[in-house]
C-alpha cells in the first residue's frame, strides 16, 4: 500500500492496486473522504487508474452525494433527482427497459457531446447470481496496440446510436420500438479520443453501430476486434460487489457493464455522476 502526503491536511491517500493497469483500492474512512482535503489527490489517481474501489464504505445517499460534490461537479439526473436507482428490476424503476444495454460494454453519454466525468455506484442489494460489474482501460487498450495499427485507426470517426445497442438484447424488435429508439438520434465522434492531457483513448461500446466510409464488414471487423481486445484480461477488471462498496470510474478512459444476473433478485445500486469536463471532440 503506498500513502501520498496531502498538502493541505495530515490527511494522506491511502490506496493499494487492484491489477497492474486497471483499479485501485482507496483504504481511508468516512471522515477523511468526507471532509475533501484528499479530493484533489482522489480524482489525480482516479485519471491514473481508471477504477476505485472503496471497500464496505457503507455511505448513505446523503454521505455519497457529499462525497461526490467535493470532486468535482456534481450532476443531477434529468429530473432533478441526485441519485438514480440502477437496478434492472421493473418494481424498482422505470428505466429497467433502457438498462438493459448496460449489460454490454459501453462508456456512459456516447450521445452527449460532453460526456459525464465519473460515475460513484454504491451497492445496496446484492444479486444471488452474478452482477459483477466489469471494467477496462481504455487509455492502456490504445496504447498497448502496434503502431502500424494505430496508423491505420487514428482518424477513423465511428456513428453512435442508441438504437444501435437494442439489438444486443432484443435482435427482432418491432418498428415501433425500434422507431422510438432511433428518435435519440445518432452521434458522430472519433474512433480515438485525443484528450488534453495529450493521451488518447479509444471511444467504443454497444452504441458503435458502424465505422464511416468503409464497408459494413470491415467495420464490423474493426469495432469487434478492438472490444475484443479492450475487454481482454490484460486491460480489465470485474468487481464483485459486497453490500457497501462504493465504486467509482472514469468514464472518459474505460468502458464498463454489469455482468448477467438474476433479474429478479432486487439487485440494486445507487448511482452519483460528476459532470464531464472534456467534449469528445
Ligand atoms: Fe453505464
Known amino acids: 500500500m503506498s500513502r501520498t502526503a496531502s498538502t493541505q491536511t495530515s490527511a494522506r491517500l491511502a490506496h493499494e492496486e487492484i491489477r497492474p493497469i486497471l483499479g485501485s483500492r482507496v483504504r481511508n474512512g468516512k471522515a477523511e473522504l468526507l471532509g475533501g482535503q484528499i479530493a484533489g489527490e482522489i480524482r489525480e489517481l482516479l485519471e491514473q487508474r481508471g477504477v476505485l474501489v472503496f471497500p464496505e ?4 445517499d446523503a454521505e455519497q ?10 450532476q443531477s439526473e434529468r429530473d432533478g433527482d441526485e441519485v438514480f436507482k ?3 428490476d421493473p418494481r424498482e424503476t422505470r428505466s429497467a427497459e433502457y438498462l438493459k444495454g448496460s449489460l454490454y460494454w459501453h462508456i456512459d453519454g456516447t450521445m452527449n457531446q460532453v460526456p459525464i466525468l465519473a460515475s460513484l455506484l ?3 442489494k446484492l444479486a444471488s447470481w452474478g452482477g459483477n460489474t466489469g471494467f477496462c482501460n481504455t487509455y492502456a487498450a490504445w496504447e498497448s496496440l502496434p503502431e502500424d495499427q494505430k496508423a491505420e485507426l487514428d482518424g477513423l470517426r465511428v456513428v453512435h446510436a442508441v438504437w444501435a445497442s437494442l439489438f444486443y438484447y432484443e435482435p427482432e424488435p418491432s418498428l415501433a420500438k425500434l422507431k422510438a429508439f432511433q428518435a435519440v438520434g445518432e452521434h458522430e465522434l472519433p474512433l480515438v479520443w485525443k484528450h488534453s492531457s495529450g493521451r488518447k483513448s479509444l471511444i467504443l461500446g454497444c452504441t458503435a453501430q458502424r465505422v464511416v466510409g468503409v464497408s459494413t464488414a470491415r467495420s464490423a471487423e474493426i469495432l469487434v476486434g478492438l472490444r475484443e481486445w479492450a475487454t481482454s484480461e490484460r486491460f480489465s477488471y470485474s468487481h464483485e460487489w459486497k453490500v457497501g462498496d462504493l465504486v467509482m470510474w472514469d468514464n472518459t478512459g474505460t468502458m464498463h457493464r454489469a455482468e448477467p444476473y438474476d433479474l429478479t433478485s432486487g439487485r440494486m445500486l445507487h448511482r452519483t455522476k460528476l459532470q464531464g469536463e472534456e467534449p469528445f471532440v
Open 57 to 60: 464504505i457503507g455511505f448513505s
Open 65 to 74: 452525494i457529499a462525497f461526490t460534490k467535493t470532486l468535482g461537479t456534481f
Open 86 to 88: 440502477v437496478t434492472l
Open 122 to 124: 454504491a451497492s445496496k
